[in-house]
């Protein structure tokens, strides 16, 4: 286990007919099963589970990141590409270059055309993709979301980094001790229908209404749409609206390093504080020269690594995503399926100059 691993359990540690496919399935190219039965996050599936069935050999398991050439991803993709090899099936990437809400529709399509048993896919939008994915279902696909969520009767699996709440606590109370407890702060999200933003800003919206923040006042989100320039221009706009601003929080990898970019050759190098999630490859040089004092994430390539073993679980017929459903994924031990299909990786990590050069991500 690695030393990352240690940490995180410790604690701080396009579419085709069925016909099409059933047809391609009597020619031998899929494994998988055409009976479009599914638990649709968490409803028990016509089949009961096996936890005992052996992971079948040959899956055919593609990954549809929010977009290609975006380092978390590259991450991540490649942990489910590990868990696909150790379990000798065949791994595919595929994905658009922007993050937009319908960019992924027709990458579904054809991975469905293709005979995919699973898609594992982390969602630009929550509704934007569900009819897509729905298809795939009723085709045979078996569908994993991970990072950020469709509607759970869109998919089966929903594999979570972390508990919402658990990154909202996180978020407010690293801002909180670097700005002194008070103090405008603002938040640079990735885009405005992104899933998991939407759920982890509103939920820092409640975190700021206790009364230990009660001096910590939010001024606006902006949203860089996981766009780096973008996102650079956005850092230097509400610095320039908000000349009180005292901290920023980019609870998103492509943002927390454009905004460190801005502010490490900026008059606010220091002043205006910034934290986020990011990972220490992307963020190490703004920790070291004071640019970021720490921040946050759990290990991508063990939530790729996890997203891809749910799946072979599920095409497999050890678990169809009912609650309560176990299976054990590679290195990573055993997990459980909880509520609406929902799989937690575990908490995150915090860094700074203590750490940071421990981890190589």
Request: proline share 4%; charged share 20%.
């Amino acid at each position: 286990m690695s030393a990352y691993r240690r940490g995180l359990r410790v604690g701080a540690t396009g579419l085709t007919l069925a016909a099409l496919l059933l047809s391609a399935a009597a020619c031998g190219g899929t494994t998988r099963d055409n009976s479009g039965n599914d638990a649709g996050g968490g409803t028990q599936a016509s089949g009961a589970a096996n936890p005992d069935a052996a992971i079948k050999e040959g899956l055919k398991i593609a990954f549809l990141p929010k977009q290609l050439n975006n380092p978390y991803f590259t991450v991540s993709d490649n942990g489910g590409k590990d868990a696909v090899t150790e379990i000798k099936g065949e791994f595919k990437e595929v994905g658009p270059s922007e993050a937009s809400a319908s960019s992924q529709v027709s990458y579904i399509n054809t991975l469905s055309q293709q005979g995919m048993d699973v898609i594992v896919t982390s969602a630009n939008d929550p509704n934007a993709i569900c009819g897509a994915l729905n298809q795939a279902k009723a085709a045979g696909a078996k569908i994993v979301t991970f990072d950020s969520d469709t509607k759970p009767e869109c998919r089966q699996i929903f594999v979570n980094q972390v508990t919402a709440e658990g990154i909202a606590e996180n978020q407010v109370k690293l801002i909180s001790q670097q700005i002194g407890g008070a103090g405008e702060i603002a938040i640079l999200s990735a885009t405005a229908n992104a899933t998991n933003q939407n759920a982890w800003i509103a939920l820092m919206k409640e975190e700021l209404k206790k009364p230990e923040y009660s001096k910590i006042k939010l001024v606006t989100v902006a949203y860089g749409n996981d766009d780096d320039q973008k996102s650079f221009q956005e850092t230097q706009g509400l610095l320039q609206s908000y000349p009180n601003l005292k901290g920023i929080i980019s609870p998103t990898t492509v943002g927390v390093a454009a905004a460190g970019r801005y502010l490490s050759g900026s008059q606010y190098k220091g002043k205006v504080k910034l934290t986020g999630l990011g990972t220490p490859n992307q963020m190490r040089q703004y920790v070291k020269d004071g640019t970021v004092d720490a921040f946050a994430l759990w290990s991508p390539a063990d939530l790729g690594y996890l997203a891809a073993y749910a799946g072979a679980a599920l095409a497999s017929g050890q678990i169809t995503g009912a609650e309560g459903d176990k299976f054990k994924a590679g290195k990573l031990g055993e997990f459980t399926v909880g509520k609406d299909g929902v799989v937690i990786l575990g908490p995150p990590t915090v860094f700074d100059k203590s750490n940071i050069d421990q981890f190589q991500f």
